[in-house]
């Protein structure tokens, strides 16, 4: 079984800054990708940033430039450093984990952290 937790977010005036992290623990071989998401209210959950196996960055068009991902050397801690806030911005942020599990038959995981609210306003 894999944990995620999510910490970091909350409340920030409009062109403020927030960092938010998120650890992956448990029955853990290997992490392939790993990315931040988010869902606004009344939308669907869209992608913010990722880091994939290889160590490539990927960016939604609206936060590039803005937010920046990272993780440690061994991915089970990533981070969202994000700038300039908006109030688009305003959303439930998810981390993902892609996991190969450490069963005997290196099952795939994708986890997923409880989800932690960030609100831009004044």
């Known amino acids: 079984q894999v944990h995620v937790v999510e910490s970091g977010g909350g409340l920030v005036q409009p062109g403020g800054s927030l960092s938010l992290s998120c650890a992956a623990s448990g029955s853990i071989f290997e992490i392939d990708d790993v990315g931040w998401y988010r869902q606004a209210p009344g939308k669907e959950r869209e992608l913010v940033a990722r880091v994939t196996n290889l160590g490539r960055t990927q960016y939604a068009d609206s936060v590039k430039g803005r937010f920046t991902i990272s993780r440690n050397n061994a991915k089970t801690i990533m981070y969202l450093r994000m700038n300039s806030l908006k109030p688009e911005d305003t959303a439930v942020y998810y981390c993902?984990?892609?996991?190969?599990?450490?069963?005997?038959?290196?099952?795939?995981?994708?986890?997923w952290g409880q989800g932690i609210l960030v609100t831009v306003s004044h």
């Open positions: 993902n984990f892609v996991v190969v599990a450490s069963t005997t038959s290196r099952d795939i995981v994708d986890a």
